[in-house]
Structure formats: C-alpha cells, structure tokens
C-alpha cells in the first residue's frame, strides 16, 4: 500500500525543540516533492514547508522561516521536520504529505498526523 | 502569496440535497486548484485537482469546475458520509495556500 506514517510528536517547552518524521512506502519517494501542512486546535489547514526531489530547493511559511527545518533521505524514504525555538503557537497536528505532479501538484496522500504541543 | 477564500465558510443540509462551495483565488492560477475532505480527527483527503479531474475512487457525486480566479465544488445528492469539512488549495505558487475551509453540517 501507498502510504505516509508519522512518528509521534509530542511536548515541548517554549523555546524547546522537536523533530517530527514522515515514512513513506509503497512508491519510489525520491520522485515526488513533499510537504508539510499543519493544523492548529479546531482551525484550518496551513502550508509550512516543500521539498523537492533531492532536498536541493526547500521554502518555508514566513511564520517557521529560521526556526524549522524540513530534510529528506531518500535512501531510507524518510522525511523530517526538525523545529527549534518552539512556539506556543506552533502546537498543532502535523502532516507530511506527497504532492503529484502528475496531478498539478496536488496532495494525493497524506499521513495520519502527529500531534505536537507546546506548552510550559 | 495567493490568498484563497472559500464560501460559506459553514452551512447546514439534508441527505440527498444538492450542495455548492465556491472558492475564490487572489489572483489568476490557470486551473491549479485542488478540493480536499477532512472528516473530525482525520488527515484530508483529495477529492478532485486540476480544478475538475476526479481523483480515484472518489464517488462520482463529487465534481469540480472553473479556472482562472474562481472556481466551484459540488455535491450533486449529498450522503451522511459527506458531511465535514471541505478546503480548496491552490497549486500554481509556493506557498501551496488552502482556503479557510467549509463546514458541510446536517
């Protein structure tokens, strides 16, 4: 099966850090760009960081820009998020996600989502 | 960036009616716009991209139109399993934005 499964996120500390990560399956993971999107308490969806195949070219939401860093390892098909300097307003559940050229960039799947919190 | 705004932001219906939501882009993005479901406590699902192109396995019921800057979703006979909330995404520039979501209730 085609699939994206996160490890558990967790608690931080504000100022802390935290490093979140994404296993893919079941498709060659070093073609497809991926990206994390995340969703605060009861809000929306919000784009935080892209990748493309090679981890050569990465861009950030201004509100992580500095803060978070998204890597891969092809090898392993494994994604990252190593974010420092946590927030309170970075708690969230966070998703990786693979995005399909071949259908305009969409997000054709996603993972489970992991829960990070932060909070003294 | 590419501010997307849907509409309505919620709205109520009965099993078996008809439903739209609109979204609506800050610019022209051609017909780089996505449509996703997220039911409560689960990750989002692709429902159509490309603005009209039905992604596998999704129900026929669901169907997608526009280009340019505005762009629709419907739900031709609505079913108890279609009630959640509902994002449009564009894809045509970094930042990949998403609407703020539209919450399909009974």
């Known amino acids: 099966d085609v699939q994206l499964v996160e490890s558990e996120g967790g608690l931080a500390q504000p100022g802390g850090s935290l490093r979140v990560s994404c296993a893919a399956s079941?498709?060659?993971?070093?073609?497809?760009?991926m990206h994390w999107v995340r969703q605060a308490p009861g809000q929306g969806l919000v784009w935080v960081s892209y990748?493309?195949?090679?981890?050569?070219?990465?861009t950030y939401a201004d509100s992580v820009k500095g803060r978070f860093t998204i890597s891969r390892d092809n090898a392993k098909s494994m994604l990252y998020l190593q974010m420092n300097n946590l927030r309170a307003e970075d708690t969230a559940v966070y998703y990786c996600?693979?995005?399909?050229?071949?259908?305009?960039?969409?997000?054709?799947?996603w993972g489970q989502g992991t829960m990070v919190t932060v909070s003294a | 960036d590419i501010q997307m705004t849907q509409s309505p932001s919620s709205l109520s219906a009965f099993v078996g009616d008809r439903v739209t939501i609109t979204c609506r882009a800050s610019?022209?993005?051609?017909?780089?716009l996505n449509w996703y479901q997220q039911r409560p406590g689960k990750a989002p699902n692709l429902l159509i991209y490309?603005?009209?192109s039905l992604q596998s396995g999704v129900p026929s019921r669901f169907s997608g139109t526009g280009s340019g800057a505005d762009f629709t979703l419907t739900i031709s006979s609505l079913q108890p399993e279609d009630f959640a909330t509902y994002y449009c995404?564009?894809?045509?520039?970094?930042?990949?934005?998403f609407g703020q979501g539209t919450k399909v209730e009974i």
């Open positions: 996600a693979r995005a399909n050229q071949r259908s305009g960039g969409a997000f054709d799947i």
């Open positions: 079941g498709f060659t993971f070093s073609s497809y760009w």
């Open positions: 990748l493309n195949f090679d981890g050569g070219t990465t």
């Open positions: 610019q022209s993005i051609g017909n780089f």
């Open positions: 490309g603005a009209s």
């Open positions: 995404q564009q894809t045509y520039s970094i930042p990949r934005t």
